[in-house]
């Protein structure tokens, strides 16, 4: 596609739940990183995946939160056992080179909003 | 880890003035210093970016300024318009991950 495509836009679940976030890069953007934003804060770095090395998942608040890329595809990014504190813009960027050596392509995120 | 402040919050100008913004990073070792634009509701967008092994950058009305002694780096819009603004991020990184600061709210006064 033209650009960093995420889905759903907007979410709404109940405390306890579990909610799938999907993210679709540009293509042929070997890395891929999602980050959270909550209101009126800065990017908060979560995960970051480059080709087929392992993820770095230093940046994941709890073991409530997972993710996966298969090759340089889709991610999911899954958060189980939704907290109120959760809540935020989940915001996936792709960039064509490895590392931060080229310019990080955001989607438009996805609004989580845990009652 | 690296730590990334930014500074003003929020910023207000007369069409036409200059605005800046300022960052400042405790790691040594990073040496990417990019600039995002976030519009409400889009995610952010990269306006510019320097790295360690240059003083300054300009792109038409905007130019970034980094001092790796002191470790900070500046943004600077010149002759603003109100399609300026915006909330924008500075960050810092190396290979690994970016550190984004907290962002500063550009309001444009026409």
């Known amino acids: 596609g033209a650009g960093v495509s995420q889905s759903p836009s907007n979410k709404v679940t109940e405390k306890g739940k579990d909610v799938e976030l999907r993210c679709d890069p540009i293509?042929?953007?070997?890395?891929l990183y999602w980050y959270r934003q909550r209101l009126g804060q800065g990017l908060e770095f979560l995960i970051y995946?480059?080709?087929?090395?392992?993820?770095?998942k230093s940046g994941l608040p709890s073991d409530r939160f997972s993710a996966e890329r298969t090759g340089e595809s889709v991610s999911t990014l899954t958060i189980q056992r939704t907290q109120q504190e959760d809540s935020a813009v989940y915001l996936c960027?792709?960039?064509?080179?490895?590392?931060?050596?080229?310019?990080?392509?955001f989607g438009e995120g996805s609004r989580l909003t845990v009652l | 880890g690296e730590n990334v402040e930014q500074h003003p919050s929020t910023l207000s100008v007369q069409e036409g003035d200059s605005a800046v913004i300022k960052c400042t990073y405790s790691?040594?070792?990073?040496?990417?210093f990019p600039w995002y634009k976030q519009e409400l509701g889009k995610g952010p967008q990269l306006i510019i970016d320097i790295r360690s092994n240059v003083g300054e950058k300009k792109d038409q009305r905007i130019a970034v300024t980094l001092n790796k002694t002191a470790k900070h780096f500046s943004l600077h819009i010149t002759e603003t318009q109100p399609e300026d603004s915006a909330v924008y991020f500075c960050?810092?990184?190396?290979?690994?991950?970016?550190?984004f600061g907290s962002g500063t709210q550009l309001t444009v006064l026409p």
């Open positions: 960027a792709s960039s064509y080179l490895p590392g931060f050596s080229g310019e990080l392509f």
């Open positions: 790691d040594s070792a990073s040496n990417y």
């Open positions: 995946f480059q080709g087929n090395s392992a993820p770095d």
């Open positions: 960050a810092a990184g190396d290979t690994g991950q970016l550190t």
């Open positions: 293509s042929g953007h070997t890395a």
